[in-house]
């Protein structure tokens, strides 16, 4: 099929295309527990991906087992007049996230994955204020604690628990309260780094750009051949598992590929939808590991999270 690919400038020709997508499908983690079972069928990587299943199921549950709660006045009116995230992660955290942890580590313990029943286990044996530790951790990065196993092991699942609460969050809001002014590197809802982006299809989005983010599910549309981190658009390579693969109409564009930026030395996935309509960018981006080795070893960092997986500390450099 023939595509228009947008180019910056470019913009104003298009159709009325929305700025910002909410995350109301009550399906959606049904949705990505579906494409996990699917990726797990034909992988390397099957038993992660199988277990991340599993993960995406409790979410579903969880997410239908709480009403949103009311957003203050004062928040939503920042946010539409001067568009600041009136759900930033960055404010004090409703402690109600922690019974949708309470909903995820029950589904778990009854699940057939022993590693994940005995995660579940482990996290109950936590008071709130080690899990609220946690859930910093996730935020600002570094471990919680002195065990960095321990916390790659419970870190996606407080992660999990993090994105219900905010995606629920988020499918509540208006469109009307969202005050956007232009692009933006982080998401209109809250604040957060997107997990990565996708070349849409569809009526209304046919070949534009969103980023997804990694922790409220919103989507925001930022135009292509533009770092997601630094919006430079003069140093913008693309990288897939085929190679270096440019962005050019006439090319076979590879399914997942690595947009990296030379001005600020980092990189995020872009998916083509086209190809792989049932993708689900965070099941998606787990699944293409082998591509963030890649460009990590040409140099690159990663600009932004898949809070379902904790990518580990550096080691110190005196640690040998
Ligand atoms: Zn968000
Ligand atoms: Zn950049």
Redesign the pocket.
């Known amino acids: 099929m023939a595509q228009k690919i947008l180019q910056p400038g470019e913009i104003g020709q298009h159709e009325p295309f929305p700025a910002v997508v909410l995350p109301t499908d009550p399906q959606q983690f049904a949705n990505r527990a579906r494409r996990f079972e699917h990726l797990a069928r034909s992988h390397a990587m099957a038993p992660l991906l199988a277990a991340m299943a599993h993960i995406a199921h409790a979410q579903h549950a969880a997410l239908g087992a709480q009403a949103p709660a009311a957003i203050a006045d004062e928040p939503l009116a920042r946010s539409r007049e001067h568009g600041m995230p009136a759900l930033s992660y960055q404010d004090e955290r409703d402690p109600a996230w922690l019974t949708d942890l309470d909903h995820i580590l029950a589904s778990l313990l009854a699940c057939p994955e022993p590693v994940l029943q005995d995660a579940a286990r482990r996290l109950q044996a936590i008071a709130a204020d080690g899990r609220e530790a946690i859930a910093d951790a996730v935020f600002g990065g570094g471990i919680a604690g002195n065990d960095p196993e321990a916390h790659a092991i419970l870190s996606p699942l407080v992660g999990a628990a993090l994105q219900v609460w905010w995606t629920r969050q988020a499918g509540s809001m208006k469109l009307d309260d969202i005050g956007m002014v232009g692009s933006s590197t982080v998401c209109p809802c809250c604040g957060s780094r997107p997990v990565a982006s996708v070349i849409e299809i569809g009526p209304q989005q046919q070949s534009l750009r969103y980023l997804h983010c990694s922790l409220c599910s919103t989507q925001w549309h930022m135009v292509r051949v533009t ?6 658009t003069k ?2 390579a693309y990288y897939s598992l085929n190679g270096a693969d440019a962005e050019q109409p006439s090319q076979k564009i590879a399914f997942a590929r690595a947009e990296s ?6 990189y995020l996935k872009i998916f083509q939808r086209e190809k792989e309509p049932m993708m689900d960018v965070t099941a998606d981006d787990l699944a293409t590991l082998m591509l963030d080795m890649l460009v990590d070893e040409a140099g690159y960092l990663r ?1 932004g999270p898949n809070l379902l997986f904790s990518p580990g500390v550096p080691d110190e450099p005196d640690n040998g």
């Open positions: 770092c997601s981190a630094c919006e430079s140093q913008v930026c030379d001005d600020c030395h980092s600009s």
